[in-house]
């Protein structure tokens, strides 16, 4: 039997509605709309169509937006110095008329993350980049959680899954992906096993998992005899191939052994980039 597909457009549209309701209210409470910050350093495909993705949202969702790019070089740098993006983000954390940042990842050569998400504000760092916010989010305490991370959390409860003693591999470590989806899924008592580049005998372990999220960063990377029969496999990788969007997981392969699979385009995008927006909207934590 086919796997259903965990569609997050129609989470989407409830969620764009109550996030619309939450914009009129700060509006009204501030005089102003909403302000996020958007930094894009490079030409990352993925940045990029994430970025957009807040744009257009924040657009019909009533909040402001501003959008600052530094272009890459024909070598994959960037062409203005990592304290020129520093000093950027710190200019817009302490702007009190900006309510939210996002620093779009991944970054280009020779920009290093923690020297740009330092200077990043907790109250301000709505998509939990900074150091402050990722190790609250370790440690179990009140924080920003990377959209990805939370918009998985959200489709596993609209479909009832308890993690409690499953079996969860994670395919991917990045600090935007693989890191806080294993974090939240710890803080849900699930077992947790990370893979990554250097892993051996992958499919070993993907074959394992209750629950399989793949955010490697490679199209079609995990194919049909890498899944367990009846996993939940939640595919958070956004691809550019021959002109269309495609995830990390070969979807047709996988498909016929999963129970459920996130589409991409379709699955955790819908709902990733309006993490932000309620992050933004919601203001400081406490």
């Known amino acids: 039997m086919p796997a259903h597909l965990l569609d997050g457009r129609e989470l989407a549209i409830a969620l764009r509605a109550s996030l619309r309701t939450e914009a009129q209210s700060f509006t ?4 102003r709309p909403a302000h996020l910050a958007l930094f894009l350093a490079g030409e990352d495909h993925g940045a990029l169509v994430f970025g957009q993705q807040v744009q257009r949202a924040c657009r019909s969702i009533g909040l402001a937006t501003s959008w600052t790019a530094f272009a890459a070089t024909q070598d994959g740098a960037v062409a203005v110095a990592e304290s020129t993006i520093r000093a950027h983000v710190a200019l817009a954390s302490t ?21 740009v998400t330092t200077v990043l504000s907790d109250a301000k760092d709505v998509d939990g980049l900074g150091p402050r916010n990722a ?18 959390m959200l489709l596993l409860r609209h479909i009832g899954v308890d993690l409690r003693g499953q079996h969860a591999v994670i395919v991917g470590r990045s600090n935007v992906g693989g890191k806080p989806v294993a974090l939240q899924f710890l803080r849900q008592d699930a077992t947790v096993t990370i893979c990554h580049s ?6 070993s372990i993907t074959r394992t998992a209750d629950i399989l999220v793949v955010s490697a960063g490679h199209p079609r990377a995990i194919t049909g ?44 995008g819908p709902l990733t980039h309006l993490m932000v927006i309620h992050h933004t909207l919601i203001g400081p934590l406490p």
Do not use: F
């Open 28 to 31: 009204e409470l501030h005089g």
């Open 95 to 115: 702007d009190p008329a900006t309510d939210g940042v996002v620093l779009l990842l991944p970054l280009p050569l020779g920009i290093r993350q923690w020297a």
């Open 135 to 152: 190790g609250n989010l370790m440690l179990g305490y009140p924080s920003y959680v990377p959209g990805t991370a939370e918009a998985i």
């Open 198 to 203: 250097r892993t051996r005998d992958l499919a």
């Open 225 to 268: 005899d890498m899944v367990k029969p009846g996993a939940i496999v939640l595919d958070a990788g956004i691809n550019l191939v021959e002109g269309a969007i495609v995830g990390d997981v070969d979807a047709a392969s996988v498909a016929t052994v999963a129970s459920w699979l996130t589409p991409v385009p379709g699955g955790l």
